[in-house]
């Protein structure tokens, strides 16, 4: 059945239709982008957590389309920021998707702190809203530390700059179906699969 995944990130969007598509099976859902809908607007992302952004954009595209709606929310927690960029992350940088100015003022604003103190966070909200009202919420994160460089060209976001725990790659010199077994979104969206699978006929 189609599902709407109320997002702009055309990323994100590849990642979780993989991600559904070996969960669930690959016929079983066919995502459609908020690109495929006319003058859909910018719906802003007022909440203080990733769960209550996701219920946002989840539930204003359940509103607009009449259809079974999921949204993503999610970012990067760095310790030494006290959680900051979180849900900033896509906007650190004050341009709102621009990967690079975001990761590179991660990057300055770390810049003195040692090895060992440079731990943090990718999370991830994922929530289903029904055209019943029904409403899901998951989260998924992966630990790991903050790079001084970039490494990699794979993945999005911040991704050069995160080696997991336990991992010797970033996440962006991992192949995809490598990044979605540890990532955040891989452990979120693994879980609302099964919600779906009841929910979504
Ligand atoms: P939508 O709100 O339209 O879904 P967005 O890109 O604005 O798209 P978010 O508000 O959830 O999405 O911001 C997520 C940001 O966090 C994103 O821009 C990336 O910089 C970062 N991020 C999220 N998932 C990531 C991943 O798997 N790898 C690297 N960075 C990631």
Redesign the pocket.
């Known amino acids: 059945s189609k599902l709407l995944l109320?997002?702009?990130?055309k990323?994100?969007l590849v990642?979780l239709q993989r991600i559904l598509d070996l969960a669930l099976g690959a016929e079983r859902i066919a995502l459609v982008g908020?690109g495929d809908f006319e003058d859909y607007p910018d719906?802003p992302?007022t909440g203080l957590t990733?769960g209550e952004?996701?219920l946002i954009?989840a539930r204003e595209g359940a509103r607009r389309t009449g259809l079974p709606t999921v949204?993503?929310?999610?970012?990067?927690a760095v310790d030494a920021l006290n959680g900051m960029?979180g849900?900033f992350?896509?906007?650190?940088s004050g341009e709102?998707?621009n990967?690079l100015a975001?990761?590179e003022l991660v990057l300055a604003q770390i810049s003195d702190v040692g090895d060992g103190q440079r731990g943090g966070a990718?999370v991830?909200a994922a929530a289903l809203v029904l055209p019943n009202g029904r409403e899901h919420l998951v989260e998924g994160k992966q630990r790991g530390t903050i790079l001084r460089a970039q490494r990699g060209e794979g993945?999005?976001?911040?991704?050069p700059i995160?080696l997991g725990d336990g991992q010797s790659r970033t996440?962006a010199e991992l192949s995809p179906a490598e990044?979605d077994v540890i990532?955040?979104?891989g452990k979120a969206f693994r879980e609302l699969a099964k919600v779906i699978a009841k929910e979504v006929p």
């Open positions: 109320a997002t702009a990130n990323k994100k990642e908020l719906v992302e990733f952004n996701a954009k949204a993503d929310d999610s970012g990067i960029p849900v992350s896509a906007r650190w709102h998707g990967d975001n990761l990718f991830c993945g999005f976001g911040y991704d995160f996440n990044k990532s955040h979104r």
